[in-house]
């Protein structure tokens, strides 16, 4: 069965206790449906790549699956309306929130991968899955930053999403994150 919209998420033998507790809240806003992987068990066609760093692997798979895709993190409390999303979607990107916390601190602009969302298969998945596949010492967030840092590689390969999609704990810190919050990212 090919699917029009899906969500992802991703969980290991450290992180799925907290998978049902995103479920349900994931469950209360959406009824598209959702395919989690278990990366102790997901297969990449590279071999040795660890755990989260399986994320890009994950996303091309359900490239296969659906026409239009969109990662979370198990870490995001879904806490309002989240079908909207895929109205932000363009073709050949990833539809991404600017990590505003990491942006300010670092002085460069930063996308934050706890969600993403794009249609078909952007050809920045493989880049980035390829990268991953290297065993780099950083998060995959990194990975991908180190990709489209340079030249116009952010605008070709990235398109944002408005902040309520992933507001970080840093944003309620720094009293930058937005009124209306649809998914809040409890990083670190």
Known sequence: ?????????????????????????????????????????????????????????????????????CWIDLDCHVQGPVDDIFNYLEPNKLA??????????????????GVVAFTGRPIILDEWASRVALGPSVGDQEVLHGIVREGMKRLIHITDLPRKYNTL??????????????????TG
């Open 1 to 69: 069965m090919r699917y029009s919209k899906l969500f992802i998420t991703g969980y290991d033998k450290n992180t799925n206790w907290m998978f049902d507790w995103f479920m349900d809240n994931f469950s209360q806003h959406t009824d598209i449906p959702i395919l989690p992987y278990d990366f102790d068990e997901f297969k990449t066609p590279i071999d040795g790549v660890k755990n989260w760093f399986k994320k890009p692997f994950a996303m091309i798979d359900a490239a296969k699956q659906a026409e239009s895709v």
């Open 96 to 113: 991404m929130v600017e990590d505003v916390p990491w942006s300010s601190r670092r002085g460069e602009t930063w996308h934050n991968s």
């Open 169 to 186: 704990r840093l944003d309620l810190l720094d009293k930058s994150a937005p009124k209306d919050i649809s998914i809040m990212h409890w």
